[in-house]
């Protein structure tokens, strides 16, 4: 019987063959003993792929790290999360200040409004030996250089703002005659300068120079519509910071060309180029200009004080010849595509990089893996690696279990499996504090969340701690303010909100809210009742809603729970500020600017500060933050602010999670000493937790080193 | 014949086209928005986000949108939004990575679903018919990415071979043989994993179907005129008990493109469901509404198809 027999032997065949094919496949002893290419090769997974290999498009995580190897900032963060120079050998920081001199009004103390002589009377006050205010005499002393502006004219356009739509509105026209202006350069930025230059030339002279005296449209405007015109065209006084970056000579690209000044100012174009949808735009709006000095020096000048501009230079460098107008024109006809809406995005630039960091692109195949070699030519020296592959490994178990086989070197461990790797001596671990923080936040425009006392008592029922311990594992720690644990710019000598439910109720009764007859708290009637919400899908904030709900209903509070899809939740809830509490976090980046998520113009809807956090005195101090070049100020006033919003409560800040990471214990950082002799060390974390820090100079041994004890 | 392909033709198109709308709607009207205009991250100004917003024409309303989507992917100029990849190029390599799990797979359920549904048909109520049927039920029961953990976790410990993605990770130079063989390795796993649940509901379904010819008059007569057993089951019964099968037959063709997430996420094999599932999450509107549409594509051909097959291979419905 043919079909008998069909039936049987062809899937006995086919078992076979598939089964058979075991004994070809390398074991993973042959792949990582018997492979020597294996010990010049970090392997590290991801359960993402890359998006676009180009750091000024991509915003995830995975292209981001890749993008960090393949390309290098003029700067970088070192082991204490101080600015280093990458590409830039050095830069230096310093402002240039304007001001108008107004013809109509001498300053105080002179009878004559001539510009010369408002340019004297400071000198002659720099120089002077007379005692006056120690603060105007730390401004004086930053300003090196005067010079007089003659006046001129010019013409200037603005759009009509009166509400229709951009495309409508007519273009005004002004007519110009500047008055002279005095610029001074000041060898550091001064955020305080003309207020206390008026202490010398007098309390007011800088709000009384009336600008719109000196322009006139060629549309008939409103008296207060050309004021405001006027302020904007003929600002009385202008601080411009600007930094000059003096480039590291001999830097190439893994092409062989030579970095240079004009790729940083590519950079900077390619970053504002509308048509590129570069995600990055508003960290360089405040940039009034990029000139280039020379091959090896830029000049960046800034519109305004915005000391998070600094930061922004760790932008990876791309390289103008590989991507400029001809560059994408040549492409955009190679691929036949419209020469004119090519972009860089559309660029295939950007799934093969070419950038001048310390491993060069090799391969990408679209969620297997990325493959980079090392760069020979790095300027501080190749890698010690060969090789560095990304796989992308999308099932965390997956992940796991190719790491126990050796072929991924590092993991990341989940927090109920730390106590079992910690200890495990196969491999070595490290652990630190992520950047960011988890909270509950109250929507301070509502009964009764606007009074600090019962967000205080909310915050004072939960036992953190056991959050902590039971439903992080151990994995996490207390936080009391907005700013990342590991940074300077967090105050540790602010105490955490203690774990008081009596405490609590005290609070509360001291606020008008009492028990009632079952144990429900009440004022005027009417029983404390709220919702509390938060995302589905991760399981430790739908513990936190539970814990919060059981804590507050012990001291009487009737409190409702709901989870809602991601998108549901922000949208709907969190954006139109439809909700009495969240739990929620924030990740956060090194910088200690505030501004979005706590200044009180950022409340309405689709903004940031959504729980209505309006408070004048951190207001001043998120200004004054954002505006200051100098770390020691910036860390006093962040110390400031971190005290008022742990005094205020507006969100019960919980914890900062801890991350764990295991890797094999044959990785070792391999140098060579003055001597000529190769040391080998075991692999130290930062101060911050970063162990990656010296990644350019680890190595895998075959074996597993023994170090000595003082190692 | 003709006048049936005709009609058959013009009212997959209508369908078609309704599946294109609501498709369309369901995807725009959900709730939740491109990760390209995400409002939580605080880097991303309202002036930004509307400038997404235009070069997606996402600020167009929905039935321009919904022209201007067709009009793209018509012209093979759609692109993701998350890499700017052509969305055609995207699918098709994809595909191709899917495509031999998907053979292997249904290779694998067709071949044995076969044998032991018949077997346990024409054994009805031996051990080997107990036994497949709590085999078959369990099979069904068990969660696949438990099951494709349980898997793992024994070849990996037990037998020190890799298992994840399309081949080994690193293998570097090696013989095309050995290059041949890691990959139908590789293809083991999740194509048996992907077969587990098909194999247990068609046996089932093979079994059944056999014990309802096997009443039949006409075996019975098969039986009664001395024919050997074999040729009774195997001849008589077997044909007719294959005609619901050419049914099913088009219906795997939409299998093609869907892929499983599961499987796929877990093995970390590059194949069709992982792209899927990974656009749905990040809004990728382009990728989705293409899979969606070269989906539905897939299930009218497949249904044309067991159409026309059943035509042929049974002639009671030939009108």
């Not at chain 1, 074991?27 to 020597?36: A, D, H, K, L, V």
């Not at chain 1, 230059?197 to 008296?223: I, V």
């Not at chain 1, 509950?440 to 009964?447: A, V």
Request: with cysteine.
């Amino acid at each position: 019987m043919t079909i008998k027999r069909l039936l049987i032997f062809a899937p006995l065949v086919l078992s076979i063959i598939l089964l058979q094919s075991y004994f070809w496949v390398p074991t993973y002893e042959q792949q990582t003993r018997g492979n020597p290419d294996r010990l010049t090769t970090y392997v590290t997974a991801s359960t993402g792929d890359a998006s676009l290999l180009n750091p000024i498009l991509s915003a995830d995580s995975a292209s981001s790290e890749i993008a960090a190897q393949v390309f290098e900032g003029l700067i970088d963060r070192d082991e204490n999360l101080q600015f280093r120079g990458r590409v830039a050998a050095g830069w230096k920081i310093y402002a240039e200040a304007y001001f108008y001199v107004s013809p109509h009004m001498p300053p105080a103390g002179i009878d004559t409004a001539d510009p010369q002589a408002v340019a004297d009377l400071i000198r002659s006050a720099k120089t002077s030996k007379a005692p006056m205010d120690p603060q105007l005499r730390t401004t004086l002393d930053r300003i090196s250089d005067i010079t007089v502006l003659p006046p001129h004219g010019f013409t200037a356009t603005r759009k009509a703002m009166d509400g229709r739509t951009p495309s409508t509105t007519p273009d005004i026209h002004f007519t110009v005659a500047a008055p002279a202006r005095i610029k001074l350069r000041l060898n550091e930025v001064d955020q305080n300068l003309f207020d206390r230059l008026q202490h010398l030339l007098g309390d007011t002279y800088f709000k009384s120079f009336e600008s719109n005296r000196f322009l006139q449209s060629d549309l008939p405007l409103p008296a207060d519509r050309l004021a405001a015109y006027a302020h904007d065209i003929l600002p009385a006084t202008e601080q411009n910071p600007v930094i000059v970056f003096h480039l590291r000579p001999g830097v190439q690209f893994h092409d062989g060309h030579l970095l240079e000044a004009d790729d940083v100012r590519f950079t900077y174009a390619a970053i504002m180029d509308p048509s590129n949808l570069s995600p990055r735009t508003s960290d360089y709006e405040p940039v009034k200009t990029v000139e280039v000095i020379d091959p090896l020096t830029v000049r960046i000048v800034y519109k305004r004080l915005y000391s998070p501009a600094i930061g922004t230079w760790q932008m990876g460098i791309l390289p103008e010849h590989l991507l400029n107008r001809e560059a994408l024109r040549q492409e955009a006809l190679a691929r036949g595509l419209d020469p004119e809406s090519f972009s860089v995005r559309d660029s295939n630039f950007n799934r093969r990089p070419v950038g001048c960091g310390p491993f060069r692109f090799r391969e990408w195949q679209s969620d297997q893996y990325i493959t980079l070699d090392r760069f020979e030519e790095y300027w501080e020296g190749p890698p010690n690696y060969r090789t560095f592959a990304y796989r992308i490994i999308p099932n965390v178990l997956t992940q796991e279990m190719e790491f126990y086989a050796g072929t991924v070197d590092s993991y990341s461990v989940q927090p109920f499996q730390v106590a079992r790797l910690r200890d495990d001596p196969r491999f070595q671990n490290f652990s630190g504090l992520a950047f960011g923080y988890t909270y509950i936040g109250y929507n301070m425009r509502r009964e009764p969340f606007n009074d600090w006392r019962v967000r205080l008592a909310l915050g004072m029922a939960i036992d953190v701690d056991k959050i902590i311990a039971y439903v992080l594992h151990g994995q996490g720690e207390r936080i009391t303010g907005p700013f990342p644990k590991q940074t300077d710019f967090y105050d540790n000598t602010i105490l955490p909100v203690p774990y008081d439910p009596q405490g609590a109720l005290q609070l509360l009764e001291e606020a008008g809210w009492k028990r009632n007859a079952q144990g429900w708290l009440e004022k005027n009637g009417r029983r404390l009742s709220f919702t509390l919400i938060t995302n589905s899908g991760n399981d430790i904030r739908k513990s936190i809603l539970t814990i919060a709900q059981d804590a507050w209903k012990q001291i009487g509070i009737d409190v409702s729970t709901d989870l809602l899809e991601w998108s549901v939740f922000i949208q709907e809830r969190v954006n139109k500020l439809d909700f009495d509490a969240i739990v929620l976090g924030w990740s956060m980046g090194i910088d200690p600017d505030l501004y979005q998520i706590w200044h009180s113009s950022q409340t309405n809807p689709n903004q940031l500060n959504f729980v209505a956090f309006k408070n004048q005195a951190a207001d001043d101090l998120i200004i004054k933050i954002r505006q200051e070049y100098n770390h020691q100020k910036q860390v006093a006033d962040s110390h400031r602010l971190h005290a008022i919003i742990a005094e205020e409560q507006p969100y019960t800040f919980l914890y900062v999670g801890k991350w764990t990471a295991v890797l094999d214990k044959r990785i070792v950082i391999k140098t060579i000493d003055t001597e000529g002799q190769t040391v080998f060390e075991r692999i130290r974390p930062t101060q911050t937790g970063n162990f990656m820090f010296y990644f350019n100079k680890w190595i895998k041994l075959p074996d597993v080193p023994v170090f000595n004890a003082e190692g | 014949m003709i006048a049936f392909i005709g009609r058959s033709f013009v009212q997959k198109i209508i369908t078609l086209f309704f599946v294109s709308v609501v498709s369309f709607l369901i995807i725009h009207l959900a709730p939740g928005e491109p990760s390209q205009v995400d409002p939580m991250n605080p880097k991303f100004t309202p002036e930004m986000v509307e400038r997404f917003r235009r070069q997606f024409h996402l600020d167009k309303p929905l039935h321009k949108q919904y022209l201007l989507f067709y009009k793209e992917l018509f012209t093979g100029k759609t692109v993701s939004w998350k890499d700017n990849q052509s969305v055609l190029k995207k699918i098709w390599e994809r595909f191709l990575n899917s495509l031999p799990l998907f053979l292997v797979g249904t290779v694998l359920t067709w071949t044995l679903s076969f044998p032991v549904g018949i077997h346990a048909a024409i054994r009805r109520g031996s051990l080997f018919d107990q036994g497949s049927t709590f085999v078959a039920y369990f099979l069904i029961s068990i969660p696949g990415f438990f099951f494709a953990y349980l898997l793992i976790i024994l070849v990996v410990t037990h037998f020190q071979v890799p298992v994840i993605g399309m081949r080994t990770f690193g293998m570097g130079a090696a013989s095309p043989v050995h290059m041949v063989m890691d990959r139908i390795w590789h293809l083991l796993l999740p194509s048996i994993l992907g077969a587990t649940g098909g194999i247990a509901v068609l046996s089932r379904y093979v079994r059944s179907q056999m014990l309802e010819v096997e009443g039949q008059d006409y075996i019975r007569t098969a039986r009664a005129k001395g024919l050997p057993p074999d040729e009774v089951h195997y001849r008589h019964a077997l044909r007719n008990a294959l005609l619901p099968f050419v049914t099913m037959f088009g219906l795997i063709l939409p299998g093609l493109i869907g892929g499983s997430v599961i499987i796929e996420s877990i093995f970390s094999w590059p194949g069709m469901g992982r792209m899927a599932y990974e656009a749905i999450l990040a809004r990728d509107y382009p990728v989705i509404l293409t899979v969606n549409f070269i989906s539905a594509v897939l299930v009218l051909i497949g249904t044309f198809i067991s159409d026309l097959l059943y035509m042929v291979v049974d002639p009671r419905i030939r009108l």
